[in-house]
């Protein structure tokens, strides 16, 4: 039933219901934000695995064969990062007493210096004696846990993905015959899967690019940890536009400490123009195409659903944007007028879609 395209329905209430409506929705999510984290994990995890299960089909091999291997490298792939999280967070907190240290060493550096032109020492003690030292790094330990707490709800994810390799392997073409046959709108979440399909793998490969880029450049200036903050980098570009931002900040805070800031400024330098290159020149022509969402709505998904799901909605947010807008926004006429504002479809498409939404 379309509640909103029932006669004697005031727009002022349609508005109400609608609001009511995606209230209670975005408090029922958050308050299975743990479960619903998963299964959109095993989601993207499943696509993202849709180019090896096609090389795999063109070898023409058994389903199950295809089956077991595309589950035994997914599996082998999370139990590899998730004991890569654990020792690099193992290793991190290790180093986090000394990192204090340095970073006091510096404030009273600082302190010194301004005192040298007269500054007031007791205002620079008060600025001091308020600084947490620790406040740039504690945040990296914090997502390290919660992406190790997600790995670790192991046995939810791994029948997830299972279930979800059986439908995809065993049959392909459900939803294709659906989408020709019976509904129209199995075409539409057809043609949605296929385009978050295309943006998971491009994410991956782009994602794999810039972080082992980027280890290369940690390594090369010597910061510690090289390889956990080129693979932080390579998982914060699934967050657009603040991802680039959050990935430089804890290597960037680790050369200055310990080597001052002419290191700092040139990995930063290295840095921005490793990811620069590729999100203004690479990223946007395999990416916003396919997206079809503007560049306000891709910084609005990063920072609203984190506040439904978590951390990990950042990571998960433009897939979710992009479900919202293709699925129940522009199938239904009374909404379908919102779609061409969230997305990049300009000229003769946004207009004919919007005049359908008026009409």
Excluded at 62 to 69: A, F, G, I, K, T
Excluded at 156 to 175: E, H, K, Q, S, W
Excluded at 255 to 277: D, H, W
Excluded at 347 to 358: D, M, Q
Aim: charged share 10%.
């Amino acid at each position: 039933m379309n509640i909103t395209g029932q006669p004697g329905l005031t727009p002022a209430l349609r508005i109400l219901l609608l609001t009511a409506g995606a209230v209670v929705t975005l408090w029922g999510m958050s308050t299975y934000a743990a479960y619903i984290n998963s299964a959109i994990l095993a989601v993207m995890i499943v696509l993202a695995c849709d180019p090896l299960v096609g090389w795999l089909r063109r070898r023409r091999l058994p389903n199950w064969v295809v089956l077991l291997c595309a589950l035994l490298v997914s599996v082998l792939a999370l139990v590899a990062f998730a004991g890569f999280l654990v020792y690099s967070a193992a290793q991190f907190a290790q180093a986090l007493p000394a990192y204090q240290q340095q970073a006091q060493a510096l404030v009273q550096n600082v302190q010194a210096w301004l005192q040298g032109f007269g500054l007031d020492a007791a205002g620079s003690d008060a600025v001091a004696a308020q600084t947490d030292t620790a406040t740039a790094l504690n945040w990296v330990e914090a997502l390290l846990k919660s992406l190790i707490g997600i790995l670790g709800s192991g046995v939810t994810l791994a029948m997830l993905m299972i279930f979800l390799f059986v439908d995809v392997v065993l049959f392909p073409g459900r939803l294709t015959w659906q989408a020709r046959h019976v509904s129209a709108y199995a075409g539409r979440l057809l043609d949605f899967t296929g385009g978050l399909r295309q943006y998971i793998v491009v994410m991956v490969i782009i994602g794999t690019f810039v972080g082992g880029l980027n280890t290369v450049l940690f390594f090369v200036t010597g910061v510690d940890l090289p390889l956990l903050w080129g693979v932080l980098s390579g998982l914060l570009n699934f967050i657009p536009f603040i991802g680039f931002w959050f990935g430089l900040i804890p290597p960037a805070v680790l050369a200055l400490l310990e080597f001052g800031p002419q290191r700092m400024l040139l990995m930063a330098a290295g840095y921005i123009l490793i990811n620069a290159t590729v999100q203004n020149l690479i990223q946007p022509r395999l990416v916003v195409v396919r997206l079809n969402l503007t560049p306000f709505m891709s910084l609005i998904s990063a920072t609203f659903w984190p506040l439904v799901l978590g951390p990990v909605g950042a990571i998960i947010g433009v897939p979710l944007t992009m479900a919202v807008q293709n699925l129940p926004l522009d199938v239904d006429p009374s909404t379908r007028w919102l779609a061409p504002m969230m997305s990049t479809a300009s000229g003769e498409k946004g207009e004919s879609l919007a005049e359908e939404g008026s009409a």
